[in-house]
């Protein structure tokens, strides 16, 4: 009997749990030109924020610059995992360029920490020293802030329509919506500070912008960091699926059982099945691979099928072994 089992299932698509279909690959060709103007638009709003931050003496409009500064880098990563998503596998990289995704991720969020920690030393600083009342210009603060509700507001837009069919769509509409409530609260302290002369005012607000950074951007560095350690998907049960194998026909054993992803989107699975006597079993193989697929949102699936002869015993059987 042929030592393995193997079905591939298609990888531009992936069923999530419960069986609804989406995408499991980054945005088509068709949202190029979203990501391109959305990109455009947010660097030379993070450029005018920052010319005219320094012009008004705010730290809120810098540290909301480097907030849009993160919408411009989580635009071009998924512009990039777009592109990369429509490359195909080589016989250097088999398993494609998923992984690059998960790399900028990674990067993505460090740089932004950084970031965190530089307008937060700032923003201390003026708070403790204190801040001269007329120093910070409150009109420039809510004039370019209120660009910025249009900026994102705009680019929520361009990815509204897709954002019911595609996560990484839906990523980017959330963040950009989101971003464009946080420019209205940027706006609502520049009125503030014009019309009642609270300069400290200003400091005080960029604290709240860069811990909203922080925190959004901690569960981007834990997420990332998962997925770059082979950790299994959060939107997998692990227990479910050995469970789900174990109760397979003709199945006495489940065992080196891994599952991981692939990218961001894209999950696979490999494992050792027991079935004595049960041959090469096409049909099988298949209907597990669309249950898993299915049921669990696992594209990419590996079986190989062994008889459990003791005296060949599967040297990858014990659990603490890799």
């Known amino acids: ?17 419960g069986g609804h279909h989406h995408h499991d690959h980054a945005p088509p060709a068709g949202f190029d030109g979203a990501f391109a103007i959305g990109s455009a638009l947010n660097a030379c709003f993070v450029l005018a924020e920052v010319v005219f931050g320094f012009a008004a003496h705010s730290v809120a409009l810098l540290a909301d610059a480097a907030h849009n500064l993160g919408d411009v880098l989580g635009l071009l990563l998924a512009w990039w995992a777009a592109w990369l998503g429509r490359r195909h596998p080589t016989q250097s990289r088999t398993y494609g360029y998923g992984r690059s995704s998960i790399l900028a991720s990674l990067t993505n969020a460090v740089v932004l920490l950084v970031g965190v920690g530089g307008i937060t030393v700032e923003a201390v600083r003026r708070l403790i020293e204190g801040v001269p009342a007329g120093d910070v210009g409150g009109r420039t603060v809510m004039l370019v802030a209120a660009a910025g ?6 680019t929520a837009l361009l990815f509204a329509k897709g954002r019911g069919g595609d996560l990484n769509v839906r990523g980017a509409f959330l963040h950009m919506a989101a971003d464009a409530a946080v420019s209205v609260g940027v706006v609502l302290s520049g009125f503030v500070i014009l019309t009642t002369g609270w300069a400290w005012l200003d400091p005080l607000v960029s604290l709240g912008i860069a811990a909203l950074i922080l925190v959004s951007t901690w569960s981007l560095l834990r997420d990332s960091l998962n997925l770059a350690m082979d950790k299994v998907p959060e939107n997998v049960d692990a227990a479910r699926v050995q469970a789900f194998l174990a109760e397979l026909p003709g199945v006495t054993g489940v065992h080196d059982l891994h599952i991981w992803a692939l990218s961001t989107t894209h999950t696979a699975l490999t494992v050792h099945l027991v079935r004595p006597n049960a041959g090469t079993d096409d049909a099988f193989v298949h209907g597990a691979c669309r249950d898993l697929r299915e049921r669990f949102g696992i594209g990419h699936a590996t079986m190989q099928i062994e008889d459990g002869d003791p005296a060949h015993f599967c040297t990858l059987a014990p659990a603490d072994v890799v």
């Open 149 to 154: 509700i249009v900026v994102n507001g705009g």
């Open 1 to 17: 009997m042929p030592g393995h089992d193997h079905h591939h299932d298609h990888p531009g698509h992936q069923h999530g749990p």
